[in-house]
Nanobody, 123 residues
């Protein structure tokens, strides 16, 4: 499956952005999906994930209550709605896909990765 992330940009603290990740190739509904981010000089970290059926979601503690992951199988797209953004949310955001039903928080479980989209939050 090929993944294309979009929707990043520059936003002020307290603002919102919605990231999209469009999937093509093999059947989107076959994969659980996740979002990760990587800030300069830091390791790539888990942000959110959603099960293949969409019924189970996980969030990093740092984004819980502010970010929402969702998926639209008709559009082969997974979204990350980001509200109340903080400067520490600044990073390149990556979407990823893994086989099987279960959402996962470890990046090592994901088989396919998108190219990343930059999110910058100014104070």
């Amino acid at each position: 499956v090929q993944l294309q992330a979009s929707g990043g940009g520059l936003v002020q603290a307290g603002g919102s952005l919605r990231l999209s990740c469009a999937a093509s190739g093999r059947t989107f509904s076959s994969y659980a999906m996740g979002w990760f981010r990587q800030a300069p000089g830091k390791e790539r970290e888990f942000v959110a994930s959603i099960s293949r059926g969409g019924g189970i979601t996980y969030y990093a503690d740092s984004v819980k209550g502010r970010f929402t992951i969702s998926r639209d199988s008709a559009k082969n797209t997974v979204y990350l709605q980001m509200n109340s953004l903080k400067p520490e949310d600044t990073a390149v955001y990556y979407c990823a896909a893994k086989g099987g039903d279960a959402a996962a928080m470890s990046r090592y479980e994901y088989d396919y990765w998108g190219q990343g989209t930059q999110v910058t939050v100014s104070s």
